[in-house]
T-cell receptor, first 114, second 115 residues
């Protein structure tokens, strides 16, 4: 199957700082990528749809100014958590659909805000 | 919005037993998917179902797309210790529109297999 990578796999940052997470499709191009967050023992919740060459589409209740998304190329989307707070600590996962529209997920990024 | 109800929430079984879990939806999906997630990792696609009534197998896994398009089940036969993990169902709408490609996830089923 297709491969999606994320970097970093984990990050610890201080409250008030910003953190950037990268999502790459390694062996296919993706005009659309999706960003999810997952709290312990819970399901994945879609945050936003990242669109190459245009603005991201955010789900209801997700602050677009706090979670900045940039889809700079057909293989790279970035999520920047701005002015992070402890409640932003979570597992962030991206996904990208291949040409058959089957979604492949990255390995996730564990964010801890102290 | 759409919600998926996945059950059971957790299962504790002996190695060799068969497992069954299911998802129901309040609305129709055009694609049903089943994923497995290990701790600290992203979900891995197990089976994708594209047609109502479709029954698909992948090794010891069998999944079916309900005829009403509002439900799906996943069976695991002869479970082994490495089957341990969280299993998620996910529904996806079809092509076109702002919902294209979006997945709605069930709450997950935590599977524990005792050797």
């Amino acid at each position: 199957g297709a491969v999606v990578s994320q970097h970093p796999s984990w990050v610890i940052c201080k409250s008030g700082t910003s953190v950037k997470i990268e999502c790459r499709s390694l062996d296919f191009q993706a005009t659309t990528m999706f960003w999810y967050r997952q709290f312990p023992k819970q399901s994945l919740m879609l945050m936003a749809t990242s669109n190459e060459g245009s603005k991201a589409t955010y789900e209801q209740g997700v602050e677009k100014d706090k979670f900045l998304i940039n889809h700079a190329s057909l293989t790279l989307s970035t999520l920047t958590v701005t002015s992070a707070h402890p409640e932003d600590s979570s597992f962030y996962i991206c996904s990208a659909p291949d040409r058959l529209n089957e979604q492949y997920f990255g390995p996730g990024t564990r964010l801890t805000v102290t | 919005g759409q919600q998926l109800n996945q059950s059971p929430q957790s299962m504790f079984i002996q190695e060799g037993e068969d497992v069954s879990m299911n998802c129901t939806s309040s609305s129709i999906f055009n694609t049903w998917l089943w994923y497995k997630q290990d701790p600290g990792e992203g979900p891995v696609l197990l089976i994708a179902l594209y047609k109502a009534g479709e029954l698909t197998s992948n090794g010891r896994l069998t999944a079916q797309f309900g005829i009403t398009r509002k439900d799906s089940f996943l069976n695991i036969s002869a479970s082994i210790p490495s089957d341990v993990g969280i299993y998620f169902c996910a529904g996806q709408l079809g092509a076109g529109g702002t919902s294209y490609g979006k997945l709605t996830f069930g709450q997950g089923t935590i599977l524990t297999v005792h050797p």
